[in-house]
């Protein structure tokens, strides 16, 4: 019997570390009724994509700064130097918080490092994040075409 009850635990243990920040996925499924209506009401109150290619802007907090992700729920707040970036789960919170490459990207228009508190952030269709030095540098991004 013993060893049946390891395996349980076991099992339940790599269920947990599998999940990691897939539980803050996008996609991921709700674990109970209410919060799966919940998350069915929020996705329909989410605005289209624009058509054409065009970035949708998105306020950083709904962003994790670390996977380049937009997502229907406010992330977790990470206050570094007085700015504030955003992570989806501990790890990403960690990454945030230690490493000061993580909190810095490259506009794809301009080619300019920009600070991920700061940047206007654009998601295209999937959700990935973009983020841009200004509104005008956004606007002109074209879908495929790299800096």
Sequence with gaps: MRPRVIAIVLFALALSAAAGCAASSPSGVAS?????KAEQQQQQQTPQQPEGGALQVVDAKYVCMINNQRFNKVQIPIEVEGRTYYGCCDMCKEKLGGDPKSRVAVDPVSGKEVDKAKAVIGVDADGAAYYFESAETLKRF???AKS
Excluded: D, V, Y
């Design 142 to 144: 074209k879908p495929g």
């Design 32 to 36: 109970t009724p209410a919060a799966a």
